[in-house]
């Protein structure tokens, strides 16, 4: 059974830092890993999705790793903004190989301050 | 291009009622996908259907049940409910198929079960 965690549960870091959040997955044998983002009472949007293949994902100041051996990925975000605060999923496929059946993490709070 | 419309966006139930709950996915997508969200237990997998049968299936009761129509649209029913059925319902659609996998997540229902 696929388990996945996210640390920090919650972040709080001044407009401008550098930072990276991690997730950790149980269940290696994953095709891919997708990176969500969840403002509050709303549903979630799709960041990256790397593949097995990549090692790396870009987009814009958004950049994600996979690292299958050591059941690891980071989403490391550039001169993090305000508009940056949200709750941050990372989502694997479960044990079985089914790419639409996904375990997501609890979620990193992210809070960007002025 | 839309994106994933739920509807309704709130509702509010008493114990022992069944509810519907409606997800239109993007054009062309053909996987339609449930999870559940609450703050204790985080985001659960509860099925997925492709071209109108079940594909995928999580651990959840059998009061909760979907369907998928010819035209993708789906529908979550959930019978006799609960108050710890009190969530977010989202639902997400992807192609189905092939090496995109995105899954785009609609804003979600949120039901209160008193």
């Known amino acids: 059974k696929q388990e996945v965690t996210q640390i920090p549960a919650a972040l709080s870091v001044p407009e401008g830092e550098n930072l990276v959040l991690n997730c950790s997955f149980t269940?290696?044998?994953?095709?891919?890993l997708q990176w969500f983002r969840q403002d509050p009472g709303k549903g979630l949007t799709s960041l990256l999705l790397?593949?097995?293949?990549?090692r790396e994902q870009t987009s814009g100041r958004l950049n994600a790793s996979l690292d299958k051996s050591s059941g690891r990925s980071t989403l490391y975000i550039a001169a993090s903004q305000p508009g940056d605060s949200a709750t941050y999923l990372c989502?694997?496929?479960?044990?079985?190989?089914?790419?639409?059946?996904?375990?997501f993490g609890k979620g990193t709070l992210l809070t960007v301050n002025p | 291009k839309a994106g994933v419309t739920q509807t309704p966006r709130y509702l509010i139930k008493t114990r022992g009622q069944q509810v519907t709950l409606s997800c239109s996915p993007i054009?062309?997508?053909?996987?339609v996908s449930w999870y559940q969200q609450t703050p204790g237990q985080g985001l659960q997998f509860l099925f997925e259907?492709?071209?109108?049968?079940?594909?995928n299936k999580g651990n959840f009761p059998g009061r909760f049940s979907g369907r998928q129509f010819s035209n993708s649209r789906s529908e979550m029913n959930v019978s006799t409910l609960e108050l710890g059925d009190s969530a977010l319902y989202l639902c997400?659609?992807?192609?189905?198929?092939?090496?995109?996998?995105?899954?785009?997540f609609g804003p979600g229902t949120r039901l209160l079960v008193l």
């Open positions: 054009s062309g997508h053909r996987s």
């Open positions: 790397i593949q097995s293949s990549q």
């Open positions: 997400a659609s992807s192609l189905g198929q092939g090496f995109s996998v995105t899954q785009y």
């Open positions: 269940d290696s044998a994953i095709y891919n």
């Open positions: 259907y492709f071209s109108e049968t079940q594909r």
């Open positions: 989502a694997a496929p479960n044990s079985g190989g089914s790419n639409y059946k996904l375990t």
